[in-house]
C-alpha cells in the first residue's frame, strides 16, 4: 500500500521514562494516594510531539519491551543491561504500562508488545517492512536512543523531543556532523566507544574521536584488520578487544526479521485525547 502519511513509531518504554522523570510537574489522583505522572506525560508529550512536528497527521504504533525482551542478547552476554536497577523509583514508568496499553487500546491506537523482543527489534523490522513494501513513506522513530540511529537514512528519521526545537530532527547529515561516522556505521562505533546504558564497556582507551578516525570514509569494523589503522597503543587495544568489540556490534544491531502482530495500515491514527481525558477514562482520577 502506497501512501503519504506520515508513520510515527513511538518507542513507548523511553517516553514512559522521561515522562515519569522528565515532567515539569508531578500529577496525582484527587486523593493524593496515586502518582499518574507517568501516564499523564506520556500522552502529553506525544500529543505535543504530533502537534508541533508534523504537517499532517500521522499513522502511529506504540511499541513496548516485552518482559524477556533482553533474554536472548543475556544469553550471549549476561553483562549486557546488567547494570539496570529495578527499584521503586525505577519501577514507575513500568507499572504504568497496562494503563498506557489500556488507553491505547480504548482510543484505537495500535501498540505492539512481543513478550519475547525488546522494543528497537520490533521497530527496526517495522521500519524494514515499511522500506521494503513502500520506500517512499516516511518513518519517523520518537525516542532519545542513539542506537536507532543507524537505522537513518533518506526515508527513517529519528525524533527526539526532549532536545531543542531545530535540532529534534536526527537526518543522515545530522550524525556525521555530531559523529563524523555514518548511521550505516553506527553499531561498530558504538561497539568501539561503548553504551554505558546497555552496559557494553567498548574498548578502553578508544573515544568518540579515535573511533571515528578507525572508521572514516565508512569503514567498517570488517574492514579494520586490513585497513592497516590498527596501530599505535590505542589500535593494539582494539585488536587485543577483538572478539569482544565483534560481540558488542552484535549487542546493538537491531534484528529486522521479527514476526509482527501487526503492520502499518497507512491511514492516519485518530486525533489523541488531552491527558485529562485518557487519565478520566481509565478511572484513575
Do not use: C
Not at 482510543?107 to 522494543?119: C, K
Amino acid at each position: 500500500m502506497m501512501t503519504d502519511v506520515p508513520l510515527l513509531l513511538v518507542d513507548g518504554h523511553n517516553l514512559l521514562w522521561r515522562g515519569a522523570f522528565g515532567f515539569p510537574a508531578a500529577i496525582h489522583s484527587r486523593d493524593k494516594t496515586r502518582d499518574l505522572t507517568a501516564e499523564f506525560a506520556f500522552f502529553a508529550l506525544l500529543r505535543v510531539a504530533i502537534r508541533e512536528e508534523f504537517t499532517a497527521p500521522p499513522e502511529v504504533i506504540v511499541v513496548f519491551d516485552g518482559q524477556h525482551g533482553a533474554a536472548e542478547r543475556q544469553a550471549t552476554d549476561s553483562d549486557y543491561k546488567a547494570n539496570r536497577v529495578l527499584d521503586d523509583a525505577a519501577l514507575k514508568p513500568i507499572r504504568a504500562i497496562p494503563h498506557v496499553q489500556e488507553a491505547l487500546t480504548a482510543y484505537e491506537l495500535a501498540w505492539i508488545e512481543i513478550d519475547t523482543a525488546e522494543a528497537d527489534d520490533v521497530i527496526a523490522t517495522l521500519a524494514t517492512h515499511v522500506h521494503r513494501d513502500d520506500p517512499k513513506r516516511r518513518v519517523w522513530i520518537m525516542s532519545g536512543d542513539r542506537d536507532f540511529y543507524q537505522l537513518i537514512d533518506d526515508r527513517v528519521r529519528v525524533l527526539n523531543t526532549a532536545m531543542k526545537r531545530g535540532r529534534r530532527h536526527i537526518e543522515p547529515d545530522t550524525v556525521f556532523d555530531r559523529y563524523q561516522v555514518q548511521p550505516t556505521q553506527w553499531a561498530d562505533y558504538r561497539a568501539l566507544t561503548g553504551d554505558p546504558a546497555d552496559n557494553i564497556p567498548g574498548v578502553r582507551g578508544v573515544g568518540t574521536g579515535t573511533a571515528a578516525t578507525l572508521l572514516a570514509s565508512g569503514l567498517t569494523l570488517d574492514q579494520l584488520p586490513d585497513s592497516g589503522r590498527l596501530t599505535g597503543t590505542k589500535g593494539k587495544a582494539v585488536a587485543e578487544a577483538w572478539n569482544q568489540v565483534l560481540g558488542w556490534r552484535d549487542l546493538i544491531r537491531m534484528r529486522t526479521d521479527l514476526a509482527l502482530p501487526l503492520l502499518p495500515t497507512g491511514r492516519s491514527s485518530r486525533a489523541l485525547p488531552t491527558p485529562a481525558e485518557v487519565i478520566d477514562k481509565l478511572g484513575l482520577w
